[in-house]
């Protein structure tokens, strides 16, 4: 039977072990586990998500306390629509959190960044244009684009000198999504490098309705093979949601896949950015304490832990400190829903707000545990101490179990 270590995945002369762990956001995946991945030969990918707040974090920036400061008059006004991003804060805030990390990279894998497209900013396109040009000048080894089907996105990086040399690919989870955009971008004479087939078992946000359950990864990735080929395309097709295991992974790579791109299982590694306790929720959570929801801005489903503190939160919205998901109105689904609350409870202390949440503020602060079908899984990747809690991972044990184990076992970390 073969292992994950049998294939590799190919960029012209460049070979890489087909693992790649996919960029999670709120720094989630930390630039300490993308470093990890190129080490280990495969592929790291961290988030562009909040990245201002995220170098406030890191390296002791002030980009959200100034952007703070300068709205702060707008904190009680309904419309938001003055509210707007600096676009060089967010320029420096992405090149330095890229430079650090491509500065830090060794080994011979790569380092990518993953831009999700709803991240609109209240100024979508020029927001979008910042970040991935930032990224890219910083020295990035490749741009995944994901939540959205990015129509535009080659077109804003078109006149950047590394827009031909560095890997650009893009999350689908269907034919047509990727026939959109290879017909959107066609004159640009420039296909992916590769593409990420995202099935509906994957974490976060998919890129299904509420049907999801009617869809399988299996399927989707035969029928883009099968355009792929019709079409004499050859880009590396990478398979993602629900490879739980090293033997998951191999059968996707015997049937054609060129690598797999893998999260949940590290969200419980030391390098993660969750906080302990967070990481101590998803080794406990059971098959039943998972779901899919509506409740993210985005429009998208969500899959996440019930127990999220998120869930249900009336917390104020942020706005005027992050305003991520404002549209180019400055609208926002959670604020149109908190604000609805408010009115109606207008004497109420503390109000509930079911129907959305604020993911700036919640997934910057790890209170929305986003995760994997197979999180439930957790718990037998790794064992239990005598205070009750589970034992963390090194990345390097869990990236090493899916490129050797076979048989769907799954090895343990040593005692």
């Known amino acids: 039977m073969k292992c994950v270590d049998d294939f590799r995945l190919r960029f012209g002369r460049k070979e890489l072990v087909p693992i790649v762990i996919g960029g999670m956001g ?67 805030a992405t090149k330095l959190h ?57 077109k804003l990086m078109e006149e950047n000198p590394r827009f031909r040399d560095a890997k650009l690919g893009i999350i689908v989870s269907s034919v047509r999504a990727l026939q959109i955009f290879l017909r959107k971008n066609a004159r640009l004479n420039r296909l992916p490098d590769f593409v990420v087939v995202e099935g509906p078992l994957a974490g976060g946000h998919l890129g299904f309705g509420m049907d999801w359950s009617q869809y399988d990864l299996a399927t989707i990735m035969a029928e883009i093979a099968f355009f792929m080929k019709k079409e004499s395309l050859d880009i590396p097709i990478i398979a993602a949601g629900g490879i739980f295991t090293g033997s998951d992974a191999a059968g996707f790579l015997e049937n054609g896949a060129a690598a797999v791109q893998v999260a949940t299982r590290f969200t419980v590694a030391n390098e993660c950015g969750l906080p302990a306790k967070a990481k101590q929720e998803y080794f406990k959570a059971s098959e039943g304490d998972i779901e899919v929801n509506t409740i993210s801005p985005t429009g998208y ?115």
């Open 301 to 415: 489903p969500m899959r996440m832990l019930k127990n999220s503190p998120a869930i249900g939160s009336g917390v104020r919205p942020n706005c005027e400190s992050y305003g991520y998901l404002l549209d180019g109105d400055g609208k926002c689904d959670y604020f149109d829903a908190y604000t609805k609350e408010v009115e109606f409870h207008k004497s109420a202390k503390n109000i509930s707000v079911k129907s959305k949440t604020c993911l700036c503020t919640h997934m910057r602060n790890y209170n929305l545990w986003t995760c994997g079908h197979f999180a439930y899984r957790l718990k037998d990747t790794t064992r239990k101490l005598p205070d009750g809690t589970y034992m963390q991972l090194s990345a390097e044990h869990i990236f090493r179990d899916y490129q050797f184990s076979v048989d769907q076992k799954i090895a343990l970390p040593p005692v």
């Open 98 to 154: 890229v430079g650090r990390t491509m500065d830090a990279k060794y080994g011979d894998g790569l380092i990518f960044i993953n831009c999700m497209e709803k991240l609109t900013m209240n100024g979508a396109r020029e927001t979008l244009h910042a970040r991935l040009n930032a990224a890219l000048d910083a020295g990035i080894d490749g741009i995944t684009l994901s939540a959205g089907l990015h129509q535009n996105s080659f």
């Open 26 to 92: 709120v720094d989630i995946s930390t630039m300490e586990l993308a470093i990890e991945a190129a080490r280990l030969g495969g592929i790291g990918t961290i988030s562009d998500a909040m990245l201002p707040d995220v170098s406030d974090k890191i390296f002791d920036t002030r980009f959200t306390k100034e952007k703070t400061q300068l709205y702060r008059h707008n904190i009680d006004n309904k419309d938001k629509s003055s509210v707007k991003f600096n676009l060089g804060w967010i320029t420096e």
